[in-house]
């Protein structure tokens, strides 16, 4: 069974500072805390990255996967696809990050993800997980832009 989590925020920071922050995935231990480890495996002709490698707490245990970012044609979205995973049969999502019509410097955060694990868990702790990781993908992200960290 899959499991779909989407979620938007407002962020008050422009929609390329939001897009830079998601894209410097080097940095990502430093905001979203189960992120343990990232190593980026291949960079795209752009210089952004491409297959990266990540390990990151789960559910009390540690686990290893490996996402293929693709970047297309609309510049202020990101999405990725599971290549493999030691706990997740499947996982696609992606960022993107809109302009606030007449609010300059002011972004709307739009995140989706679809996960499927390897091993059942049942609903009330799926819920949980699925809450704690997009708060990670969202609120996180939106508290390390709008503390004016530094970005690439």
């Not at 297309?72 to 997740?88: A, T």
């Not at 809109?98 to 955060?109: F, I, K, S, Y």
């Not at 819920?127 to 503390?147: C, F, P, T």
């Amino acid at each position: 069974m899959t499991d779909h989590a989407s979620q938007r925020r407002i962020v008050r920071a422009s929609p390329q500072r939001c897009f830079d922050t998601v894209r410097d995935v080097e940095h990502l231990p430093d905001w979203a805390t189960d992120v343990k480890e990232v190593d980026v495996l291949v960079w795209d002709d752009e210089g952004r990255p491409g297959d990266v490698s990540f390990r990151a707490a789960a559910m009390g245990r540690s686990t290893h996967y490996t996402l293929r970012y693709s970047y297309g044609s609309n510049p202020l979205r990101i999405s990725w696809r599971l290549l493999e995973s030691d706990q997740v049969a499947r996982m696609n999502g992606d960022y993107e990050f809109l302009p606030v019509p007449d609010a300059p410097d002011t972004t709307e955060v739009v995140y989706q993800l679809d996960v499927e694990l390897l091993v059942r868990i049942p609903g009330f702790v799926r819920r949980r997980l699925e809450a704690k990781i997009v708060h990670e993908a969202v609120d996180d992200l939106k508290s390390r832009i709008e503390a004016g960290a530094p970005t690439p």
